[in-house]
């Protein structure tokens, strides 16, 4: 059975990055493509980033494109998020999820496309 846990959530300033990981147990991570979803306290959860299987896609939800970047280590079985110039309103619970499709991404995934999911961590930026 395939798990994904989640790390590196925490309380930063305005301005200040973090670096989420999320790390796969199980053989075949390496054949899925991983996003990460956010959910803010009253809100429905939304699209972050994705990326695919074999690294050659990535895709960004426009609130966080040039300051988010999505990576993997399939070695590590191991998806990050490095979010950098944080704002307050990147408040949220933090979720990666597995797509077992293998599909490439060209557009912004709905989350009904993902497998499995992640119990989720907290980022906190303050003003």
């Known amino acids: 059975q395939v798990q994904l846990v989640e790390s590196g959530g925490g309380l930063v300033q305005a301005g200040g990055s973090l670096r989420l990981s999320c790390v796969a147990s199980?053989?075949?991570?390496?054949?899925?493509?991983m996003g990460w979803f956010r959910q803010a306290p009253g809100k429905e959860r939304e699209f972050v980033a994705v990326?695919?299987?074999?690294?050659?896609?990535?895709y960004y939800a426009d609130s966080v494109k040039g300051r988010f970047s999505i990576s993997r280590d399939n070695a590590k079985n191991t998806v990050y998020l490095q979010m950098n110039s944080l704002k307050p309103e990147d408040t949220a619970v933090y979720y990666c999820?597995?797509?077992?499709?293998?599909?490439?991404?060209?557009?912004?995934?709905?989350?009904?496309?993902?497998?499995?999911w992640g119990q989720g961590t907290q980022v906190t930026v303050s003003s």
């Open positions: 999820a597995a797509d077992y499709s293998g599909r490439i991404y060209s557009g912004a995934p709905s989350d009904h496309q993902f497998d499995l």
């Open positions: 990326i695919s299987w074999r690294s050659d896609s990535t």
């Open positions: 199980g053989r075949t991570f390496s054949r899925y493509g």
